[in-house]
Every structure is written in C-alpha cells, then in structure tokens.
C-alpha cells in the first residue's frame, strides 16, 4: 500500500516508521504537508495518489489548547474535514487518530464506541470535531487511544524519567483512571487494521487500566529506580484543562474485528524497558 502519513516529527509516526515495513510510506515534513493549509493538503494528496491517509499529526498539547482553542480546532477538527475531502476525491482511505477525552470521565466502566461522549477540555471537543469531520471521507477509520507513550517523544514516560533522573521528589495525581499505550503496540494493530480495512470507530488502548500514579510507579519498579514519589489529587494539582476521572476504553469491538495485537498496559511497558526500539 502507498500510505501518506502526517506528523511525521510526532511520536505515533516514528513507530509507524519501525513498524510498517512492506509498504510504501510517505512522510513529508510539515514545511511541505501542513495541516493549517487547505492548499497545501489538496496539493500534496493529488501528488502522492496515497491508498491510505494516516493522520497521526495533531494539536496535542491539552494545556494549551484552552489558551489557543481556534487554532486547536483548525488543526484536530478543520484540517481533518479537508483531509476527508482529499482522500475522497482519490478514493482513498482515511485513518484518523482520536482520544479517550471526548468523554467525560464519569463512567464506571470502560467506554464502548456507542457510548455518549462529551469532553469536559477543549483538546477533547476538537478531537470529537475531527471525528465528524473524518466521516466525510467515505473510507474511514477512527481509532480512539489513550495516553500515548513509548521510549522516544514527549511523553509521561520521558517526563518522569527526567524528573528522577535530576533527584526530584514527585507527587503525581491517583485519581484519574486510564490505560497507558505504547506507541510502537498502536502502531502495529493499526497496520493489521489497513491491511484487514477495518472501517468506522473502533477503540485501540493497551489493556487493563491504572492511574497516573500507578504508572509512575510501574515505570520505576520496571526501570529499578527508587525515587521518592507519592500521590496527589487532581484538586492538588491545578492545570488550565480539565480531565476524565475515567477514560478507559472497551476493546470488545477490536477483539470481534479481528486478532488483538494490544497487550496488557504492564506488558508493554516492559517491552519499551526491554527494547527502546522495537525489534
Ligand atoms: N499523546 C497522547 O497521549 C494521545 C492520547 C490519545 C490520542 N492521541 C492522538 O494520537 C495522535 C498522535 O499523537 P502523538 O502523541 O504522536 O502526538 P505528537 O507527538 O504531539 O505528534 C503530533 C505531530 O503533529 C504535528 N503537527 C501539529 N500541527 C501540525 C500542522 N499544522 N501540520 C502538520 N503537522 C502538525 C506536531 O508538530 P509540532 O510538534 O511541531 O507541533 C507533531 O509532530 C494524535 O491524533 C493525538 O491526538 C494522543
């Protein structure tokens, strides 16, 4: 397959780099394919002719998003409405990344894709906009995760590894639920996705499920660090955007589709520890 793929200095691209082998992948830079630009996704979609349109390019920094809400919404909303376009027009098929915070939290137990959603932060409501807008390309595949990380990029992972790495004591929120997802675990159930064609709205998280805290402390145990942590509440710990108490997500549409290649959150985990490249 030619797949086109955005947000190529992003960290769920780098893994779609190691782990799609055997198709033809095209990367451009965001100087060439920059989702602001209307012209600039029409002219490159023409040029390359892709089967397949990876969106993995995105506003993602949550905290910001609150503060700069119009251009988030041009870039996770706008921009994927004008890639639907695009790939219609090339009878192509769109592949486009959304989030656990297009719900609430307030649920009790893992959001199944029919679930009502409504995002209590600004980086949900125009993830949920993308969604809608992705809809427009009639070959579309909305893929919901959460928590993104893997052994490269900004992420939680790095951030706490730095942190302790410089001797700090940290306090980290216990009462948010979620389940972190490697990067490179994402990656390879979205390839056998392409591959398959699966369509429509399907949930893609690392199984089981922690909190931020729980994860933190994993990452140490696994890595052999003692560091001083403990935990803290969100109330504790103030940030510009709210987020879901609860965002887990049910893998029972994924498991009817198809072999599930995520694993358990802890198992992943180890395999990042273990290999900081994926073989
Ligand atoms: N990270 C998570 O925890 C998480 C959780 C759930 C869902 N997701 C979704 O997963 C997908 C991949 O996320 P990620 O973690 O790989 O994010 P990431 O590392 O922040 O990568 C996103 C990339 O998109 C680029 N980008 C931003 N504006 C652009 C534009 N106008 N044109 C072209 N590229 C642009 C960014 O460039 P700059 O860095 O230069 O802005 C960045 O390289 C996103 O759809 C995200 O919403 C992420």
């Known amino acids: 397959m030619r797949v086109l793929v955005t947000g190529g200095a992003g960290q769920l691209a780098h893994a779609i780099r190691q782990i799609w082998t055997g198709h033809e992948l095209v990367i451009p830079d965001e100087s060439v394919l920059d989702l602001s630009r ?14 397949v349109l990876l969106n993995c390019a995105a506003f993602t920094q949550v905290d910001r998003c609150e503060s700069e809400a119009e251009l988030a919404l041009l870039i996770n909303g706008t921009a994927v409405g004008w890639l639907a376009e695009a790939c219609e027009a090339e009878s192509a098929r769109l592949i486009q990344i959304s989030t656990d915070y297009v719900f609430d939290g307030t649920g009790t137990r893992p959001y199944r894709e029919e679930d009502p959603t409504n995002p209590v932060s600004a980086y949900g409501r125009t993830k949920l906009e993308g969604e809608r807008q992705a809809t427009r390309c009639s070959k579309h595949l909305i893929a919901r995760t959460s928590w993104l990380y893997d052994a490269w990029g900004k992420n939680f992972l790095n951030t706490m590894l730095n942190a302790a790495a410089q001797g700090r004591s940290l306090r980290v929120v216990d009462d948010q639920w979620g389940a972190p997802t490697t990067c490179r675990t994402l990656a390879r159930q979205l390839k056998m996705a392409a591959e398959q064609d699966w369509k429509g709205l399907v949930h893609m998280t690392c199984q089981g499920e922690t909190t931020w805290h729980g994860f933190a402390q994993a990452i140490f145990e696994a890595k052999g660090m003692t560091v001083d ?19 887990v997500l049910s893998g029972e549409r994924r498991r009817s589709l198809g072999p599930d290649l995520m694993p358990d959150w802890r198992e992943a985990l180890q395999e990042v520890m273990d290999h900081p490249e994926p073989a």
């Not at 209307?38 to 089967?51: F, N």
């Not at 942590?229 to 965002?247: H, I, N």
Request: net charge neutral; glycine share 6%.
């Open 38 to 51: 209307q012209d600039s996704i029409q002219r490159v979609v023409a040029d390359i002719r892709p089967e």
């Open 229 to 247: 942590l403990g935990p803290c509440g969100t109330a504790d710990y103030p940030t510009p955007a709210k987020r879901p108490a609860y965002s």
